[in-house]
């Protein structure tokens, strides 16, 4: 019993650290991807791992891919970005910002016609 354990925290302190070498190397990769989605989505990872350990760190790389998203003129990134974000400043207390960026997601869902950013974006299930 003592050995399952021990090979079980193992196996967890190497996920752990496997996940944020991950990291590391994709905040390194984004430092010189050229500005388009694929950095945008990059961005959006970042801020999706530190979301469980540090909410600041999360909100700054999600900052980042909504900047980025604006910059670009990506609007569905723009509307997936903000469905990612909008969690992070509810949990943060930042309600009011939240529900200013939900209120641009379920425009441009609707801009786009797109089903799912518009479902994501006005807190419907299905």
């Known amino acids: ?14 996920e752990l650290s ?18 388009d989605t694929h950095h945008i989505f990059n ?14 760190s999360s909100e700054f790389y ?11 003129n990506a609007l569905f990134y723009e509307g997936r970005t903000i469905s990612w974000f909008t969690d992070v400043l509810n949990r943060a207390g930042k309600v009011d910002e939240a529900l200013q960026l939900n209120l641009r997601a379920l425009e441009i869902g609707k801009q786009l016609n797109h089903p799912r950013l518009t479902v994501a974006s006005s807190g419907k299930c299905c």
């Open 62 to 72: 999600y900052r980042k891919a909504l900047q980025l998203s604006k910059d670009i």
């Open 18 to 35: 496997f996940a944020q070498v991950n990291v590391d190397s994709l905040k390194q990769v984004v430092k010189s991807m050229p500005r």
């Open 43 to 56: 961005l959006m990872q970042i801020g999706n791992y530190y979301e469980q350990e540090n909410l600041d």
């Open 1 to 14: 019993m003592k050995l399952r354990i021990i090979i079980g925290l193992c196996l967890i302190i190497s």
